[in-house]
């Protein structure tokens, strides 16, 4: 059974930096692409940050850009996301989510395991 554990969340103030943490058990950690979304009420889920299976190709929403960093650790079959300079704007629930492909992924239907989520609120 696939599972991922996202933790890390909580509430901070604007300017402060938060790392997300995505713990993964019951697939092929090193052959999955893996993302970062965030959802707010009433909206689709985003993606702001994604990474191939290596971790040689990355990608990131225009709004993270420069203040969001993906990353990952096969050996320890986690991703991470850290995020700085955080505004307002950055709140919201994040899931982790893990594609059975290699390349980037960047949509919600590419992805094919889901964590539960874990909140983040910036205030200000």
């Known amino acids: 059974q696939v599972q991922l554990v996202e933790s890390g969340g909580g509430v901070v103030q604007a300017g402060g930096s938060l790392n997300l943490s995505c713990a993964t058990s019951?697939?092929?950690?090193?052959?999955?692409?893996m993302g970062w979304f965030r959802q707010t009420p009433g909206q689709e889920r985003v993606c702001v940050a994604a990474?191939?299976?290596?971790?040689?190709?990355?990608y990131y929403a225009n709004s993270v850009k420069g203040r969001f960093t993906i990353s990952r650790d096969n050996a320890k079959n986690t991703a991470y996301l850290q995020m700085d300079s955080l505004r307002p704007e950055d709140t919201g629930m994040y899931y982790c989510?893990?594609?059975?492909?290699?390349?980037?992924?960047?949509?919600?239907?590419?992805?094919?395991?889901w964590g539960q989520g874990t909140q983040v609120t910036v205030s200000s």
């Open positions: 990474i191939d299976y290596s971790g040689a190709r990355l």
């Open positions: 019951g697939h092929v950690f090193s052959s999955a692409a």
């Open positions: 989510a893990a594609a059975q492909a290699v390349g980037v992924q960047t949509l919600p239907v590419e992805y094919d395991y």
